[in-house]
């Protein structure tokens, strides 16, 4: 079992930044692919950007391209979403997410793909 808390999330305007974190419990953090996903209200989950358990590779979703960094560090256990240039419609809940020697480029994405969840933090944009 995993568990993870995300932290980071808070108001800022347009424009500005904001650095969440996510720190998973266990001793086993390196095998898991690591995934930032989003929800605004009345709309499904929607990906952001995964990095990878073997290269750490990132990938990301077509909104926040340029913008958002994905980075982990598997020494403190954490996974990092760096989110430049935020805009009104980066408003969400943000949920980190764990898949253990998750790989394959087409599941990357998916919701069903990830098993464990954290409980979300609050990204609100202002204009």
């Known amino acids: 079992q995993v568990q993870l808390v995300e932290s980071g999330g808070g108001l800022v305007q347009a424009g500005g930044s904001l650095r969440l974190s996510c720190t998973a419990s266990?001793?086993?953090?390196?095998?898991?692919?690591m995934g930032w996903f989003r929800q605004a209200p009345g709309q499904e989950r929607q990906f952001v950007a995964t990095?990878?358990?073997?290269?750490?590779?990132?990938h990301y979703g077509d909104s926040v391209k340029g913008r958002f960094t994905i980075s982990r560090d598997n020494a403190k256990n954490t996974v990092y979403l760096q989110m430049n240039s935020l805009k009104p419609e980066d408003t969400a809940v943000y949920y980190c997410?764990?898949?253990?020697?998750?790989?394959?480029?087409?599941?990357?994405?998916?919701?069903?793909?990830?098993?464990?969840w954290g409980q979300g933090t609050q990204v609100t944009v202002s204009s």
């Open positions: 266990g001793r086993t953090f390196s095998t898991y692919t």
């Open positions: 990095i990878r358990w073997s290269s750490a590779s990132p």
């Open positions: 997410a764990a898949a253990q020697f998750l790989s394959d480029y087409l599941r990357l994405g998916r919701l069903n793909a990830y098993t464990y």
